[in-house]
């Protein structure tokens, strides 16, 4: 009988952790007042590609977009050199604001976050780091995994971070515009982009 009763009590525990995960993974949005979804996990309301509006699509660009099992899954070209595409925000963010969002990189993937425009200096590289750069000595940086990206933006300077390590103290943006995400090369996956207005 005391075999059995400690087996309930380690099942008890484990039940426990992971309830207690549960709740703390959902309090995220307790957590950030303020912020609301870019992405809302089931479709590509709030972008488009071009002139076109891509409410209620799961897909853009001839697959290079897609929503898939809530998370916004971006595959590069396949032609050499590869061609460039991105999907906007309806909504340019014209003040200041913070923006937070989660990616995923492939082996050698390369994508980039336009910071309302597309010119390459207004770009934040999201990209395989350690193999692909630009920032290879993160500590944090979490291969094949999920990594969290903040970027800050107050007037026309951006303060980027990666899992809390800094990637760009003052990267220039210009004044207004939409925000974007770039398909370049290999696959990079995103979720949980959100933003909050006002600094």
Known sequence: MRHRH??????????ILIVSTLLLSLGRAEDEPGFTPLFNGEDLTGWRSGGTDLAGETEADGGRFVVKDGVLVVTGSTETPPMMTEIDTVESFDGDFTLRLEFRASRDA?????LR???????????????????????????????????VVTGTTARCTCN???????????????????????????RNIRVRRGG
């Open 6 to 15: 400690r087996r309930g009590i380690a099942r008890s525990g484990a039940s």
């Open 110 to 114: 390369n994508s980039g976050l336009h």
């Open 117 to 151: 425009d597309k010119e390459f200096a207004h770009q934040l590289q999201i990209r395989d780091y350690p193999r692909v750069g630009p920032y290879t000595m993160l500590e944090d940086y979490r291969e094949g995994d999920w990594n969290a990206i903040e970027v």
């Open 164 to 190: 809390g390590e800094l990637l760009e103290a003052a990267l220039n943006v210009p004044e207004r515009g939409p925000l974007a995400l770039q398909s370049e090369l290999n696959v990079v996956e995103y």
